[in-house]
């Protein structure tokens, strides 16, 4: 295992365990019958891993994800067991993978990010500033910066490769890649979710202003993947703190996005490195979500 100063895991290695996939936040390594997925404390913004990480990172989106899948029990997901224990061959590794990882079914997962947006901020609000449309889709005049949209959208980008961008793309887009049945359920899908874990959210202080979700299938069925409604998916803003017009202090990542849009900085890798009070700041951040969300913690 690789960890940084701040004692943040950058890199898992599992001797005996094959390793299929290290992307910008995850190692997943497969176990045969199923897949490991470990949450490290790397950090992804504007589609570069940062050299350093944040402190607990991981676990916060570990611990985030199950209460999602437990509040979302009716809607079929890829969770097998976040006890590695329970697999003979993780077992030397427990201290490490425990409270970070997940196996996870093996699964067939779309090529698409989906997107959904219940308020007005980020790249939604830069398109919006520009043509009066999100995604190609036309919103009527007279929005602020970070105002709650009149229903939420769904705007679904294509998945890209490490170090390459998504590209957003249209319903349509959607059903020529999955097919036209899939492409409804997955958005449906979506925006449930988002209205129902929004109002959830709103119980707790906690404004969900968008999120993304990632979907595939198993023998058919199409079921939820990957991370749910953490703080490297979404944009969760404390209530207390809302004001529309300006874009809202955060409770995720969009922290460290800030410092670095202050940087002189092209937005290619390699990043730079994360200042120590930033890490600390963004893990305080991770933590408090935490907490408000799922009452408990770490």
């Known amino acids: 295992m690789r960890y940084d100063a701040n004692h943040a895991l950058l890199e898992t290695a599992l001797p005996g365990v094959k390793l299929v996939n290290r992307g910008k936040v995850r190692d997943v ?43 979302l029990k009716g809607i079929p997901n890829h969770l097998i067991s976040a006890d590695v224990t329970t697999r003979p ?3 030397a590794y427990a201290s490490d ?6 196996i996870v079914r093996k699964a067939k997962i779309y090529p698409v990010e989906c997107i959904v947006r219940g308020y007005l901020v980020g790249s939604g609000w830069k398109d919006y500033c520009k043509c009066g449309e999100v995604s190609g889709i036309k919103l009527r005049a007279g929005y602020r910066q970070a105002d709650k949209l009149d229903e939420p959208l769904f705007t679904p980008s294509t998945k890209a490769e490490q170090g390459l961008h998504d590209e957003a793309i249209s319903f349509d887009g959607v ?46 069925e199409i079921i939820l993947a990957d991370e ?9 803003w404390p209530a207390e703190s809302y004001r529309p017009g300006s874009n809202p202090p955060s409770l995720d990542k969009q922290f460290v ?15 730079p490195v994360i200042p120590d009070d930033v890490v600390a700041k963004t893990s305080a951040k991770y933590l408090e979500a935490c907490r408000k969300l799922t009452g408990a913690e770490l």
């Open 175 to 220: 059903a020529k890649i999955i097919g036209s049945a899939k492409a409804a359920r997955i958005r449906d899908l979506a925006l449930d979710i988002y209205s129902r874990a929004r109002d959830y959210a709103a119980e707790r202080g906690i404004i969900v202003a968008d999120t993304k979700f990632e979907f595939g299938e198993v023998d058919g």
């Open 97 to 102: 993978l425990q409270g970070r990882a997940i």
């Open 89 to 91: 061959e993780l077992k």
């Open 257 to 271: 996005r800030d410092y670095l849009e202050s940087l002189d900085w092209n937005k290619q890798a390699p990043g």
């Open 29 to 71: 390594y497969d176990l045969g019958d199923a897949l490991l997925f470990v949450a490290t404390d790397r950090l992804s913004a504007f589609d570069v891993v940062m050299p350093n990480g944040i402190p607990r990172k991981g676990e916060v989106l570990t611990r985030i994800s199950l209460f999602w899948f437990d509040f």
């Open 228 to 236: 749910v409604l953490t703080p490297d998916s979404s944009r969760f």
